[in-house]
């Protein structure tokens, strides 16, 4: 037996969210804020050759292109008393092609086996600054930090997704992330 329906067809639904609501991407502002974990602080760096000697150090490559679009560094204090000064213990720097990042680091020098950690709350301020400043992907080098990168969204994806003026960089594999979604193809990347 068929059924039949009574009253016509029903509306369709009105959207939930209304269209002129502002966007969920922080400001700017808010996404450069300072912020602390485990005794370890994490700003924006002034001047990102400030972090040359910790990539140097550890014998990461040192992004060949003149302007750094933006760092972030993780300080930790260093002495104690009154006179206590800090020092950089990691640093992740990012060069820029239109709405794409190519990351360089995280870079981490920790005698405390907190490296690891250290890594990903730099990956998260650089992530939330890279929103909020409308990069729309960022790529970078694997550095055997897979658990890392997998944790925020990344996916692996092939070299012709580089944009051509960040390709030819040093390292092998690339990981790209667009708003911790892996919900996105190739074919978007290659036309832009």
Same mark, same amino acid.
């Given at each position: 037996?068929?059924?039949?329906?009574?009253?016509?067809?029903?509306?369709?639904?009105?959207?939930?969210?209304?269209?002129?609501?502002?966007?969920?991407?922080?400001?700017?502002?808010?996404?450069?804020?300072?912020?602390?974990?485990?005794?370890?602080?994490?700003?924006?760096?002034?001047?990102?050759?400030?972090?040359?000697?910790?990539?140097?150090?550890?014998?990461?490559?040192?992004?060949?292109?003149?302007?750094?679009?933006?760092?972030?560094?993780?300080?930790?204090?260093?002495?104690?008393?009154?006179?206590?000064?800090?020092?950089?213990?990691?640093? =992740?720097?990012?060069?820029?092609?239109?709405?794409?990042?190519?990351?360089?680091?995280?870079?981490?020098?920790?005698?405390?086996?907190?490296?690891?950690?250290?890594?990903?709350?730099?990956?998260?301020?650089?992530?939330?600054?890279?929103?909020?400043?409308?990069?729309?992907? =960022?790529?970078?080098?694997?550095?055997?930090?897979?658990?890392?990168?997998?944790?925020?969204?990344?996916?692996? =994806?092939?070299?012709?997704?580089?944009?051509?003026?960040?390709?030819?960089?040093?390292?092998?594999?690339?990981?790209?992330?667009?708003?911790?979604?892996?919900?996105?193809?190739?074919?978007?990347?290659?036309?832009?």
């Amino acid at each position: 037996m068929a059924r039949s329906r009574t009253g016509g067809r029903k509306a369709p639904l009105a959207r939930s969210v209304p269209e002129d609501l502002p966007s969920s991407r922080p400001s700017l502002a808010s996404a450069t804020l300072p912020r602390v974990w485990q005794e370890v602080g994490y700003r924006p760096l002034p001047d990102a050759s400030a972090a040359r000697p910790l990539f140097d150090f550890s014998a990461v490559p040192w992004p060949d292109r003149r302007e750094i679009a933006l760092g972030w560094g993780a300080w930790r204090a260093a002495g104690g008393g009154v006179a206590a000064t800090e020092r950089l213990v990691g640093a =992740v720097v990012a060069e820029s092609s239109g709405r794409a990042l190519l990351l360089h680091g995280p870079v981490v020098i920790a005698d405390d086996g907190g490296a690891l950690e250290i890594a990903a709350q730099l990956v998260a301020a650089v992530l939330d600054h890279a929103a909020a400043a409308g990069a729309e992907t =960022v790529f970078t080098r694997p550095q055997s930090l897979d658990r890392v990168w997998v944790r925020f969204g990344f996916i692996p =994806v092939p070299e012709s997704t580089l944009p051509a003026d960040l390709a030819g960089r040093p390292g092998s594999g690339l990981y790209a992330w667009r708003g911790g979604s892996a919900l996105w193809t190739l074919r978007e990347t290659a036309s832009a």
